[in-house]
């Protein structure tokens, strides 16, 4: 089992629709969890970190809920830029050595059309 | 602002042959990262540099070596490329530890195809 889950898509939306992606991990050890965006043949950008009490940036909404292991992101009134891919991540400790690891999944496609 | 920069952008070479990506970041940055990303599979990372001097592997190292030259240059070097080498590789950096902030910060990427 990956330890990063997601569904690659492509979710295909009209402009001005609701989204939602789920993204599981399967490590109960993670800490914390983010969600990057990557335009196509672009390099990833960080578009917001995910808190327990779930948390909002604009139209974007992200949700944690650790008991069933999944984090989701919702996109409200989807624009055509929003088209691009979202990378789930999760950080973790490494019980055995110490550290960290940043735990990347391998992204939900977005197309946002007219 | 310059941010992460990486070279070469695009390179193809042959089984065999060896060749070094480059990476400096301006952001004043102590950890520096190697990852590279091929189609179905997510980022995976190569080598990173928690701090200048030190360096340690990460998921997969094998046939690559790197380089922390300063706090500002970390380098990837292939010894002798193999076809399972062609990917997209990403140079990265962050201000310290992942652990809360998870806000790494990359280069525009590396296309290497190995023939």
């Known amino acids: 089992r990956k330890e990063v889950e997601q569904d690659p898509g492509p979710f295909n939306v009209p402009e001005g629709a609701t989204v939602a992606f789920n993204c599981t991990y399967s490590?109960?050890?993670?800490?914390?969890f983010f969600w990057y965006r990557q335009d196509c043949r672009k390099e990833p950008k960080l578009l917001m970190s995910?808190?327990?009490s779930g948390n909002e940036d604009g139209r974007f909404t992200a949700q944690l809920n650790r008991a069933s292991q999944y984090i989701s992101l919702l996109i409200r009134d989807s624009k055509l830029s929003d088209s691009a891919t979202y990378l789930c991540?999760?950080?973790?400790?490494?019980?055995?050595?110490?550290?960290?690891?940043?735990?990347f999944g391998t992204g939900t496609q977005l197309k946002v059309e007219l | 602002n310059a941010g992460v920069t990486q070279t070469p952008k695009f390179q193809v070479l042959k089984t065999g042959q060896s060749m070094t990506l480059q990476c400096a970041q301006d952001?004043?940055?102590?950890?520096m990262y190697w990852y590279r990303q091929d189609p179905g599979m997510g980022l995976r990372l190569i080598y990173y540099s928690a701090s200048e001097g030190t360096t340690d592997k990460g998921e997969v190292p094998n046939g690559y070596n790197v380089s922390r030259l300063n706090k500002r240059e970390f380098s990837l070097r292939l010894e002798s490329a193999a076809p399972s080498q062609t990917s997209v590789y990403f140079c990265?950096?962050?201000?310290?530890?992942?652990?809360?902030?998870?806000?790494?910060?990359f280069g525009e990427g590396s296309r290497l195809t190995v023939l």
């Open positions: 995910v808190y327990s």
């Open positions: 990265a950096s962050s201000l310290d530890s992942l652990l809360y902030t998870g806000e790494l910060f």
């Open positions: 991540v999760v950080n973790f400790f490494i019980l055995t050595g110490g550290g960290n690891k940043l735990t």
């Open positions: 490590n109960s050890a993670s800490q914390s």
């Open positions: 952001m004043n940055h102590n950890s």
